[in-house]
């Protein structure tokens, strides 16, 4: 087993086709920021999200399924439709840079607190039935609670459980009831054929319907930091941003320290790659919102992340939205062309809430389907997920 090989065995990261490149950037940059390495995981039979990394051996590859990197999956006759943030235009000065800007400037001002918690409910979408008679559901959904730890000295911890399929939109409910409600769905997933149930904890390789934790310890955090620094010593970089050509596993201070220099966050953001134009949208808003949700980061990492964003071309503006929850929000978008050749054009979308930019949710969509998803028309969603509360405590980790 060659050194790249070794990290990627470390690693153990499946990803989609299209998410390769944001998969391996965001590995090193949320690891050296939280000064700990990747830990395995275990996936179920689905497609699978670099989400939540925890180490956690049971809950983390399963907990990460469904949300905005839905690539390997094909519908059944075409997708579902969501919620539209392209509801309302643009007001005024309203600008994707101006919204980043704001954002950068309200977490800039965020108090912190022992722990980073993250409270989510994600899932992807399925076609069930034909383009016009069928309906959609939200497969592999997943409710998490996740605290990560700001110091190396406390246990991080990931509670979850399976929520079960169901009909994403009230449309796609109407359609189910008339379809006669039924309590399976067998759809095409990962390359093969999964069957979903309404019932939580019923389909294969999801959670139980119960809540379940687990914690990775202080030691075992050390331990994967100097397992990765030992790999990472080789200078073999993975796949995408290169950090320089090397790994990153840099201290929470170190980082902290770096991001006085803007050219230093976009180089461990978005890499040092040529290609960062408006093509590479998508994957660069991705890189950011992993980072902002998925990591116990300081406020003036988080803010720096914002305007680091805030200066990539392609990403737009949507307008005033409500989430899928309701809330009332701002919405950015951010195109690419799904990389595992079928030519698909989506966006990533991310709706931020008005006035305090906190992160609301985030969802895929079609743009051109192309390949095995020609089936699907523009506006279907692809995965979708919302974050119910997400902020700084002072608590330790537990869920009511």
């Known amino acids: 087993m060659n050194e790249l090989n070794q990290v990627r065995a470390l690693l153990r990261e499946p990803p989609p086709p299209s998410a390769s490149v944001r998969t391996a950037a965001l590995r090193s940059l949320e690891d050296g920021i939280a000064g700990r390495a990747p830990r395995s995981r275990r996936t179920g039979p689905r497609p699978v999200r670099p989400r939540l990394r925890l180490g956690l051996t049971g809950l983390t590859g399963l907990v990460a399924a469904g949300a905005a990197t839905a690539v390997a999956v094909a519908a059944l006759g075409g997708g579902g439709t969501g919620p539209s943030p392209s509801a309302s235009p643009p007001e005024g000065e309203l600008s994707a840079r101006s919204v980043l800007l704001a954002a950068a400037e309200h977490a800039a001002k965020e108090p912190t607190g022992r722990y980073w918690r993250v409270q989510t409910v994600d899932g992807q979408a399925y076609r069930v039935g034909g383009a016009e008679n069928g309906y959609t559901v939200l497969g592999y959904s997943v409710q998490s609670d996740e605290w990560r730890a700001r110091s190396m000295d406390d246990p991080d911890m990931l509670y979850g459980r399976d929520l079960g399929a169901r009909p994403l939109t009230p449309a796609d409910a ?41 914690s990775t310890t202080p030691a075992a955090k050390r331990a994967a930091g100097r397992q990765a620094k030992k790999i990472c010593a080789e200078k073999k970089p993975v796949d995408g941003p290169d950090f320089g050509g090397k790994c ?39 890189n950011s919102l992993d980072l902002l949700t998925r990591t116990a980061a300081p406020p003036t990492v988080r803010a720096a992340v914002f305007r680091a964003l805030a200066k990539r071309p392609g990403v737009r503006v949507l307008g005033k939205v409500r989430d899928p929850k309701g809330r009332p929000g701002i919405a950015l978008a951010a195109r690419s062309v799904m990389q595992e050749g079928s030519g698909t054009v989506f966006d990533d979308r991310l709706v931020l809430e008005e006035g305090t930019y906190r992160i609301l949710s985030n969802d895929r969509v079609v743009v051109r389907p192309g390949g095995r998803m020609r089936g699907m028309r523009p506006g279907d969603v692809l995965s979708q997920q919302v974050f119910l509360g997400i902020g700084w405590t002072n608590e330790s980790p537990h869920h009511p």
């Open 174 to 214: 109407a359609a189910w009831k008339k379809a006669g409600s039924p309590k399976t769905f067998r759809v095409w997933s990962n390359d093969h054929w999964a069957t979903l149930s309404t019932k939580p904890g019923e389909t294969l390789g999801s959670l139980p319907a119960r809540w379940s934790g687990e």
């Open 248 to 286: 990153d596993t840099r201290s929470p201070e170190e980082v902290e320290r770096l991001v006085s220099d803007p050219k230093t966050v976009e180089k461990l953001l978005f890499g040092t790659s040529a290609s960062s134009g408006a093509q590479d949208a998508g994957r660069d808003l991705m």
